[in-house]
């Protein structure tokens, strides 16, 4: 059993910028794949970022892309997400997430294939 806690997100300014962190907790095989995924209110959860844990590659959302990076520590126990140039269309809850499996992009558009989920951690970014 994982636990993921999430931290990091705050009011920002449109063009400011945040970097969240997730802790992930419990045994963790090197075969997981490690995300992010946010939800606005009153859209569906949609997939931002994802990392597979042992081999590193990484995948991202069209919207993001060039803004956004998923990392992790070298203890592959923290994955963060830095996000650059802010804008109100990243506004929403960011929740970090973890998955049995080695991930692709299509994972993104998949958060039923992930089994472990933080509880959120809110981003809000105003003009």
């Known amino acids: 059993q994982l636990q993921l806690v999430e931290s990091g997100g705050e009011p920002v300014q449109t063009g400011g910028s945040l970097k969240l962190s997730c802790k992930i907790s419990g045994k963790i095989a090197n075969n997981y794949c490690l995300g992010w995924f946010r939800q606005a209110p009153g859209k569906e959860r949609e997939g931002v970022a994802v990392?597979?844990?042992?081999?590193?590659?990484?995948y991202y959302h069209d919207s993001v892309k060039g803004r956004f990076t998923i990392s992790q520590d070298a203890g592959k126990i923290t994955v963060y997400l830095q996000m650059n140039s802010l804008n109100s269309e990243d506004t929403g809850t960011y929740y970090c997430?973890?998955?049995?499996?080695?991930?692709?992009?299509?994972?993104?558009?998949?958060?039923?294939?992930?089994?472990?989920w933080g509880q959120g951690t809110q981003v809000g970014v105003s003009s």
């Open positions: 990392i597979n844990r042992n081999v590193g590659d990484s």
């Open positions: 997430a973890a998955m049995r499996n080695y991930c692709s992009q299509q994972n993104l558009l998949r958060p039923q294939d992930f089994d472990y």
